[in-house]
């Protein structure tokens, strides 16, 4: 035990010596808590070999990522020199000045073209359509889905599944499937239960979980391009893909109010749920048996299709930007100059980064690296995204405000509560002249 | 007490003991739940029925300091057997030690933060006690035009939510460059505990009967002696136990060190929550950041405990 | 308040001649506080006092314009600011009146002969040593309805504390009574231990009954104690954030200060944001004017 405590204490003075700053050149990057900023950390000690130049991933929860980066950027600090930020942020810190452009950069390297359509559309181009970027798609990601192969693979299940749904059991191709199975495994006597979906409307969860179901349904959220949203948010497939996701919330484990990548990952690993809707970039917990249990029955799936065959995701990911106030502008640029670099996207790929390089994501080899990356590959392609303009942040608590005592209190009814939506989103728009 | 007992009143005395007892288990519950989970293996955190019986581990500590990666694959055998200890400990969660181009062990933010904390909590608690005694000893022993007025002006400035304060502080904060920085939380927390302590200490100086400090100026003493020389010693219980409260105020703030601070002096209460986890909730590693936070104002307040308990009938009896 | 004032030196004595007059030390002890409170306290105020009335956003470079008492208007026109207001007072007199009952009770208890008792009253203090947003975390744990100690203990099942909009409010109420009442407990403690020993001597002379001694010698005596305490609960309690922040998202359970943090720091609407902060600010200093008032007079009786 004492060797054990003197190891450990010389572990902490060995960190605190680390921790004292060196004085050769420094780049602070500012991301979320979660492994792919790890992972960045990670390449980061590469460039550090090869240049000299330290690089420090620096951390926040998501539940405050947002507002810590929008209170540093909006103090106008320094603290950070390169943000690895939302893609609906994009709007709101370009506008406002926050974001180096990054249009040359991007023209001159490229990068429209080498990078996966929908990341450079999403991550990076603001206004749509514009041709101006203002930062590098890094971290590609969407919502997937996991669920115990083990559960559906019981011959026992699957009789009793066939005999009373009359199709076999097997990981869903659409919502109505997706609810079938939910309904199926939902049995609170026996502590099982059917989905974990996400919950937590503190920030964007509960509303990209919802995404998920409109975007399938044929639906949109409005017209990005016009600011139009009455008769869009609230049609009659985004009502019914509400009611739906709203009744899977009926087949959810108990206390699953405030739900998001923690605890959608817990309900497999802790046997509660059949399925969990989760980010790409979290399942690696999942494969790994020493941090899931059930690592070996956990398989995964794409966001299944909606009623007319539509089939998408709800857009996560981040593209990484040069902020403004930086005092090390011209280092960070060089970081990004080498962070593009073809071998460079590939290191990042194999640490577990989720590169949006087309030649990477294309690979043989990145597609087989782990079980769940086929269907990331499929779903890239098929994603779609909050709105991105400068005023997201009410339309995203309106949503809230909204959406989340219907589908966890059973409020209201979904047609009332979207027409109630479109009702502030545009009046959010009128306040700040997007529509007259 | 010395006074003859009724079997009645000895019945209801042990009565309210064993009330007593039973109260302070129920109180003491949760934080026994934080200290047992702060030395539990992660897969134990959540087991119901819950783990009461455990071999103690250090891995939650382990774990608090150091940054940690997810890993999809563990390690190999070669790999596993070389490393030393406290990184078997990190791989056997299914995680790594994240190091950076040197190979140094990245520490996670936790030491940073602690050491803000203790900056920040101990400057402003000497700051809102020291400013607070004198203020109070004005208050107490001269005519002061508008007192009860100034008084309750001094007591509204505790009422306003931090979240009412932070805008325009923030604004600014941000125009002479005071966000992210210690001195910016230091001066926070002092405008913010001052006027507590001024209210806590004029109750005592009150108390001190001014006879003393007469005699003393009769001695010869200036007025400034008298007050070093013998009022002060005379409010050390108060002084102690405003002290307490303004530091455990300090110390666990959360509104102002969330909005106000990012990386350079941010405090652990805005920190701890963020090492729930990045794939799964590790309840260990927040326990033991939470087990070591407790550490500091319990000890203190310990150290300090008689004269709190004397020093609050103190005050309470001039009321 | 029986304020001790000293008469002042003969500014002709001896020891007035010596050191500093009496009143540069008066002005040197309070002017300097009364300075650092303005700048930090009222000029902010001030200072956002203008915003308030403005279209202004931190987020933005563009300039605040006038837009006069708008944004008054319109929050106080909004159903979602009221219902706010209203969780924030159910929640201000559950988690007061909790408090209050159980620490004044252990107080109570705790007055008497008991072995340890210092060290007792020591360890009932540490709920209150803890940041509220760690014990919001973690009493999360303790609530869930899968893995929580609190349901197992109490045989509940899977009875959802966090996750029902009726019961979250009042989840939030329980923990910050568990944390608080032992402020309350040491507060009435002192008051009880002021309470003169003879007057209960002379009231069992009386034969006087148990309930007509608490109720006119021992709480007559600690109101004014017990009255301070109350006091600064309320004031905490309406300020709430951070516990009900960490503990659950309900639209229940969104006391003002989330929606205030919300607006000012999430959507940047600083102007409108300012607005509401006053009109919260005006709330509290309304409530606890009353309750100064009320204090003063449970100190004359």
């Known amino acids: 035990m004492r060797s054990k405590l003197a190891g450990l204490l010389a572990g902490v003075s060995l960190t605190f010596a680390a921790s004292v700053p060196a004085m050769s050149q420094e780049l602070t990057i500012f991301w979320a808590e979660w492994d792919p900023a790890n992972y960045l950390q990670e ?394 | 007490m010395a006074q003859v007992r009724t079997t009645g009143e000895i019945a209801a005395n042990r009565v309210a003991i064993a009330a007593v007892l039973v109260i302070t288990l129920i109180f003491l519950a949760p934080i026994y739940w934080i200290v047992s989970t702060s030395f539990k293996p992660r897969n134990l955190s959540t087991t119901i029925p819950p783990t009461v019986l455990f071999t103690p581990e250090v891995s939650p500590f382990v774990k608090l300091f150091t940054k940690r990666s997810q890993l999809r694959e563990q390690p190999s055998p070669e790999e596993y057997a070389a490393a030393p200890w406290w990184e078997r400990i990190v791989f056997d969660g299914g995680e790594k030690v994240v190091r950076d181009g040197k190979g140094e062990v990245q520490p996670s933010g936790y030491p940073n933060r602690f050491m803000n904390s203790l900056i920040v909590a101990i400057t402003s608690t000497v700051l809102a006690v020291s400013m607070g005694t004198i203020t109070a000893y004005g208050f107490s022993r001269f005519r002061v035009k508008g007192e009860a007025d100034l008084l309750f002006f001094i007591l509204s400035t505790r009422m306003l939510p931090p979240v009412v304060v932070a805008i325009p502080m923030f604004l600014m904060y941000r125009a002479v460059g005071l966000n992210d920085t210690h001195w910016g939380l230091i001066i926070l927390y002092t405008a913010f505990n001052l006027s507590f302590s001024v209210w806590l200490m004029k109750g005592f100086i009150d108390e001190i009967p001014k006879e003393y400090e007469e005699a003393a100026l009769v001695d010869g003493y200036t007025r400034m002696q008298a007050f070093f020389k013998v009022v002060l010693p005379e409010a050390a219980t108060g002084i102690a136990a405003t002290a307490v409260f303004c530091f455990i105020t300090a110390w666990n703030e959360y509104a102002f060190a969330l909005i106000m601070t990012n990386r350079r002096a941010q405090t652990a209460p805005p920190f701890i929550p963020s090492q729930v986890g990045s794939g799964l909730p590790d309840w260990t590693v927040i326990a033991a950041g939470t087990f070591l936070f407790l550490l500091p104002v319990a000890i203190f307040t310990f150290l300090l405990r008689n004269h709190l308990l004397r020093g609050m009938s103190f005050g309470a009896i001039r009321k | 308040m029986a304020t001790a004032v000293m008469t002042t030196l003969d500014p002709k004595s001896r020891a007035a001649r010596r050191g500093m007059s009496d009143i540069a030390i008066r002005n040197l002890f309070i002017i300097p506080t009364i300075l650092f409170l303005i700048v930090f306290n009222i000029f902010p105020l001030l200072y956002s006092l203008g915003y308030s009335f403005t279209d202004f956003r931190a987020s933005s470079p563009a300039p605040a314009n006038f837009v006069g008492l708008q944004n008054y208007r319109e929050l106080l026109n909004d159903p979602f600011i009221w219902s706010n207001f209203a969780i924030t007072a159910k929640y201000v007199i559950v988690s007061v009146v909790g408090q209050v009952i159980v620490g004044f009770g252990v107080a109570l208890l705790l007055n008497r002969d008991i072995p340890l008792k210092g060290l007792i009253t020591t360890l009932l203090l540490l709920p209150m040593m803890l940041s509220m947003a760690v014990v919001g975390l973690f009493w999360k744990l303790l609530y869930d309805p899968s893995f929580g100690v609190i349901n197992y203990a109490l045989g509940l099942g899977s009875f959802e504390w966090l996750s029902n909009p009726d019961m979250a409010l009042y989840a939030v109420a329980i923990t910050d009574i568990w944390m608080w009442s032992p402020f309350v407990m040491l507060l009435s403690l002192a008051g009880l231990s002021a309470v003169p020993k003879h007057l209960y001597e002379a009231a069992a002379i009386d034969r006087a009954g148990t309930l007509y001694t608490f109720f006119r010698i021992t709480l007559p005596l600690v109101a004014p104690i017990l009255m301070i305490a109350i006091i600064f609960r309320t004031m905490e309690a309406f300020k709430t954030f951070d516990l009900a922040y960490i503990l659950t998202s309900q639209p229940t359970t969104e006391v003002i200060s989330i929606r205030l943090y919300k607006m000012a720091f999430q959507e940047w609407q600083t102007g409108r944001s300012c607005a509401l902060a006053y009109i919260v600010l005006i709330m509290i200093l309304a409530i606890t004017n009353i309750y100064v008032k009320y204090l003063n007079k449970v100190k004359e009786r």
């Not at chain 1, 290191?347 to 994501?361: D, H, I, M, Q, R």
Request: charged residues 25%; hydrophobic residues 40%.
């Open chain 1, 43 to 436: 390449l980061a000690n590469v460039y550090e070999a090869e240049t000299g130049v330290k690089v420090t991933v620096e951390t926040t929860p998501w539940s405050d990522f947002q507002t810590k980066a929008f209170t540093e950027f909006n103090a106008k600090g320094s603290a950070y020199d390169m943000v690895v930020g939302d893609s609906q942020w994009i709007g709101a810190a370009s506008e406002a000045g926050h974001y180096v452009d990054l249009t040359d950069f991007f023209n001159q390297h490229k990068l429209a073209e080498t990078m996966a359509a929908a990341t450079v559309k999403y991550y990076a181009e603001y206004p749509a359509n514009s041709g101006k970027y203002w930062s590098v798609p890094a971290e590609g990601d969407a919502v997937g889905w996991s669920y115990r192969k083990d559960w559906f693979e019981d011959p026992k299940e699957m009789e009793a599944f066939k005999a009373k749904y009359g199709y076999d059991l097997a990981p869903p191709a659409d919502f109505k499937q997706l609810r079938d199975i939910a309904e199926f495994f939902h049995r609170p006597d026996e502590k099982r239960y059917g989905i974990a979906i996400y919950t937590d409307n503190s920030y964007d969860a509960l509303v990209m979980g919802v995404e998920n179901a409109i975007f399938s349904y044929g639906g949109e959220l409005g017209d990005y391009a016009t600011y139009k949203v009455d008769g869009i948010i609230n049609s009659d497939q985004n009502v019914k893909a509400l009611e739906l996701y709203k009744e899977l919330y009926g087949f959810t484990p108990p206390g699953w109010a405030k739900a998001f990548f923690i605890e959608d990952n817990q309900a497999i690993t802790e046997n509660l749920a059949a399925m969990s809707m989760n980010y790409f970039a979290f399942f690696p917990a999942l494969v790994n048996e020493a941090s899931n249990p059930n690592a070996k029955n956990t398989g995964f799936f794409a966001n299944p299709a909606g009623p007319n065959g539509d089939q998408y995701a709800a857009l996560g990911g981040q593209g990484i930007s040069i902020v403004n106030y930086s005092e090390n502008k011209e280092e960070a640029f060089k970081f990004l100059e080498w962070f593009i670099k073809d071998e460079t996207q590939k290191k990042w790929a194999e640490l577990g980064g989720y590169t949006c390089n087309k030649a990477v994501l294309e690979s043989a080899e990145f597609q087989n690296a782990t079980p769940y990356n086929k269907a990331f590959y499929d779903t890239m392609f098929k994603v779609k995204d909050f709105w991105a303009t400068p005023e997201y942040a009410e339309l995203l608590i309106a949503m809230n405000q909204r959406v989340y005592p219907y589908v966890t209190g059973d409020q209201g009814t979904a047609k009332e509560v979207l027409d109630a939506l479109a009702g502030d989103w545009n009046a959010t728009f009128k306040k700040y002249n997007r529509v007259k």
